[in-house]
């Protein structure tokens, strides 16, 4: 991992107005080769495919599961969402060179779309709230447009009754940003942010994991409780991380404040935030 030297209260800020942050160089490049070492041999393990789509990946590999208390981004996380949050998802996501548009078991595209659940999330005034935050980790050269990007349109978690025109992702839409970055790189987001998952139509394969984090009382996606072996050797921080807080289901919704190990990171006022950031 890289010692990133964060200005927390203005990354907040800036999350809030535009709705997503791009940071360079989380990752030394020691990292992402063991990340991408993982990576090939979860794929040798998976049906042959031009995409693929792995949920709960921190259950396939150590270093996967490493990245859910990255040192530096973890402590922006806190403040971006409150301290009363664990893991949500670690969706590891390959898009092999596919320029012919070859249709695929598990997606190798999504069109424009908001993530949540069926039916979705309630409006409140037009805007969906923020219910879970991802991190994207860059594995792969994603320097240039029309490797698998995601785009985004900034800002558009605050634009009420805001729908996209159209949803087809190679439809270029007014404002659409497409992601660009080098391995190591991370663009983080929340749920409510109007993003899609391009077409790899270049001759590199496309790498990203995300790690998406929610409040304790959310159910997650990867799992209904964590594996002994993903607790096995936990610290009090990633073991609140892992959903791991008491036997006692009221405490999910209502925690002591000892379950909670991450308020520590927690910046308060300082970063803008109130303990629970929406």
Not at 7 to 33: M, T
Not at 89 to 103: A, C, E, G, M, W
Not at 105 to 125: E, L
Not at 232 to 245: F, H, K, N, T, V
Request: glycine share 6%; charged share 20%; net charge negative.
């Amino acid at each position: 991992m890289n010692d990133m030297k964060l200005d927390i209260p203005a990354l907040v800020k800036q999350f809030e107005e535009e709705g997503y942050l791009l940071l360079r160089n989380a990752l030394s490049q020691a990292k992402v080769d063991e990340l991408n070492a993982a990576i090939d041999r979860i794929i040798a393990e998976e049906p042959e495919s031009l995409a693929y789509n792995v949920y709960n990946s921190v259950e396939r590999d150590p270093a996967i599961l490493s990245l859910i208390d990255h040192p530096s981004l973890l402590p922006l996380i806190v403040n971006l969402m409150g301290y009363n949050i664990q893991l949500h998802i670690s969706h590891l996501t390959i898009r092999r060179p596919n320029p012919n548009d070859v249709k695929t078991a598990t997606n190798s595209f999504i069109n424009w779309h908001q993530d949540g659940p069926h039916p979705n999330f309630p409006k409140i005034g037009g805007l969906t709230a923020q219910y879970y935050v991802k991190i994207c980790y860059i594995l792969s050269d994603m320097s240039e447009p029309d490797r698998g990007n995601t785009k985004i349109i900034p800002g558009s978690h605050r634009m009420p009754g805001f729908r996209p025109v159209q949803t087809d992702v190679d439809v270029p839409l007014e404002g659409e940003v497409a992601i660009c970055g080098k391995p190591g790189d991370v663009f983080i987001f929340p749920q409510n942010l109007w993003h899609a998952g391009s077409h790899n139509r270049s001759p590199y394969t496309r790498r990203q994991l995300f790690i998406g984090y929610s409040p304790l009382w959310m159910r997650p996606i990867d799992y209904h409780k964590a594996s002994p072996s993903l607790l096995e050797g936990a610290d009090p921080i990633r073991r609140q991380l892992l959903g791991d807080i008491s036997d006692n289901c009221f405490k999910y919704y209502v925690p002591e404040e000892s379950m909670l190990p991450l308020k520590k990171l927690w910046l308060g006022q300082a970063a803008g935030q109130s303990a629970y950031a929406h």
